[in-house]
């Protein structure tokens, strides 16, 4: 199964970052070793009752580093996701008669897109409890950054600027800006707020090394995507809190400013978006929220 060329026209055609094409590559990889040892060589063969069985084996296929049997839905939709990706690919450039076997898939395994922000109470108990000091940064930048998980590894020790600015009464407030290169090699800025700039700092002191890399793993060497997600899940774990994809903490990011009433285009903006539907996706309003603004805009029309 020759996937290269697809992975070509998303690099080149679409932009996409290397991670994602990583991502795309090991989904495919790891489909082609399921497809070996049923003695399957051919995407022909492939059809609804190949998909289903691959479905099964997802869901029986050990998952040691979670602790638990099976990948987890979203896991699951993505690699299907890439599949019919793929399929429609080959039916496009190469095979215009072949069958995409995953067009009339149940919708339970499409991509979900509604919000996941993470509850403000395990969020608490998250960051109260992480005791390593870099661990705690990096989850604080998440939260107050919204960068993506492949951004944050990016990030350099010089790339958080601190400055000092008045606000609307006159007073200074200390804050933290940088640039980091998003989705289609497009740069964006980024800011982040005193409080986690506080803890920036003092974890800048602790490190006594050399290595330009803002977050580094146990090997001494710039942290990975999957460090930082195992990192996450290891202090879930510790804490008895539920398992948590590091995405989600971006999705808590946008929620809790767009309940705070930030301005749609600003949300965007900060999360490296071209269309505010896709921002969209990432924020869910509270009950609260929506009462206010009813009430507001009520309030106006009687005037």
């Known amino acids: 199964m020759d996937f290269e060329p697809f992975l070509t026209h998303w690099r080149v055609k679409k932009s996409c970052s290397e991670q994602t094409i990583r991502s795309y590559r090991n989904d495919l990889k790891l489909f082609q070793e399921f497809l070996h040892g049923r003695s399957i060589s051919r995407l022909t063969q492939v ?3 190949v998909i289903d069985q691959y479905i099964d084996h997802m869901k029986q296929k050990a998952n040691p580093r979670f602790g638990r049997t099976g ?3 979203s896991s699951i939709a993505r690699r299907l996701a890439t599949l019919s990706s793929f399929f429609e690919y080959v039916r496009a450039t190469t095979n215009p008669k072949m069958r995409n076997p995953l ?4 919708r339970k395994w499409k991509k979900n897109d509604e919000p996941k922000p993470v509850e403000g109470v395990v969020l608490d108990q998250l960051l109260d409890g ?18 993506r998980v492949s951004e944050m590894c990016s990030l350099n020790r010089d790339t958080i600027h601190i400055g000092a600015e008045e606000d609307g009464n006159g007073q200074e407030q ?6 980091v290169v998003g989705k289609g090699n497009k740069r964006r800025t980024f800011f982040v707020d005193e409080t986690t700039l506080q803890l920036f700092a003092e974890y800048l002191v602790t490190r006594t090394d050399d290595h330009p890399a803002l977050f580094l793993s146990e090997r001494k060497q710039r942290i990975s995507v ?6 996450l899940a290891t202090w879930c774990r510790r804490l008895g809190l539920p398992h948590l994809n590091i995405h989600r903490l971006r ?8 309940n705070a009433n930030i301005a749609s285009m600003v949300l965007m903006k900060l999360m490296g978006h071209n269309s505010f539907t896709t921002t969209q996706r990432y924020f869910k309003l509270h009950d609260t929220t929506l009462a206010r603004g009813y009430f507001a805009a009520a309030e106006y029309l009687r005037k």
Do not use: K, P
Request: proline residues 0%.
């Open 103 to 106: 067009s009339d898939l149940t």
């Open 71 to 73: 990948l987890s839905d």
């Open 226 to 231: 999957r460090a930082v997600q195992y990192t």
């Open 251 to 258: 999705h808590s990011f946008a929620s809790q400013l767009a």
């Open 174 to 179: 200390i804050g933290g800006e940088g640039e």
């Open 130 to 147: 992480i005791s390593n000091l870099r661990d705690r940064v990096l989850i604080s930048l998440f939260l107050a950054t919204g960068l």
């Open 47 to 49: 059809n609804y009752a």
